[in-house]
């Protein structure tokens, strides 16, 4: 499988835990991008990378969230002290930015958090 | 920063119908605008996406317009099928720069047989 994976698909895990999700985007893309969904709204962004250099965090990232990219490949995100509010969908996405059609995401098949 | 709003919240229409979902943007310097598809459980998909130096995109049954002028895009659907149902997601971006995408809340989009 070429796309984007993500690992794990669900975690369970109680309240005021840390959780920490890898994503694998698609080869030699230098974009990644962690989003967080809930039930019936859009992706929410929380941060991107281009290559290792994380560039950008959404003003609703708390400091309880963290993401890195060391090596410019797969990004893991971590959330430590996890709340129930936590809970959601958690979407990775790459993108190549040097070819015609630059910036079209691909999405990973999230990772399902539930905070008890 | 940018605020992408999308209307309707939900749709239905008989197979073979049209369907057309609005989205609308706040900010002058977007200048990309994808759409996507999110089956029940699935990850977001793009389906078709229109950058800021055209008015309208065909792809088959699937077409995008864009007003610069007005800040709107809008996504048209024509004869649609059953497997058209499923939540669109329209989003606006900046291009090149790599900025954030901003999604709108989204459309479920119902096909009734």
């Known amino acids: 499988d070429t796309g984007v994976s993500q690992d794990p698909r669900h975690k369970i895990t109680k309240r005021g835990q840390n959780v920490t999700f890898r994503c694998d985007p698609i080869?030699?893309?230098?974009?990644l991008y962690w989003y967080r969904q809930t039930l019936g709204q859009g992706p929410e962004f929380l941060t991107y990378?281009?290559?290792?250099?994380?560039?950008?965090k959404s003003r609703l990232l708390s400091d309880r969230f963290s993401a890195e990219r060391p090596k410019g490949s797969f990004s893991t995100l971590e959330i430590q002290r996890t709340e129930q509010g936590d809970s959601a969908m958690y979407l990775c996405?790459?993108?190549?930015?040097?070819?015609?059609?630059?910036?079209?995401?691909?999405f990973g098949p999230g990772t399902r958090l539930t905070v008890l | 920063g940018e605020n992408v709003e999308q209307h309707p919240s939900t749709l239905s229409v008989q197979e073979g119908d049209s369907a057309v979902i609005k989205c609308t943007y706040s900010?002058?310097?977007?200048?990309?605008f994808p759409w996507y598809k999110q089956e029940l459980g699935k990850r977001p998909q793009l389906i078709i996406d229109?950058?800021?130096?055209?008015g309208e995109k065909k792809d088959q049954r699937i077409a995008v317009t864009l007003n610069k002028t007005a800040k709107h895009f809008s996504l048209h659907i024509t004869e649609t099928q059953p497997e058209d149902s499923a939540v669109y997601f329209c989003?606006?971006?900046?291009?090149?720069?790599?900025?954030?995408?901003?999604f709108g809340t989204g459309t479920s989009l119902t096909v009734i047989p």
């Open positions: 996405a790459s993108s190549l930015s040097m070819t015609p059609a630059y910036n079209e995401q691909f």
């Open positions: 080869s030699e893309h230098n974009r």
């Open positions: 990378f281009q290559n290792e250099a994380q560039l950008e």
């Open positions: 900010d002058s310097a977007s200048n990309y």
């Open positions: 229109i950058r800021s130096n055209v």
């Open positions: 989003a606006a971006n900046q291009g090149n720069t790599g900025n954030q995408f901003y």
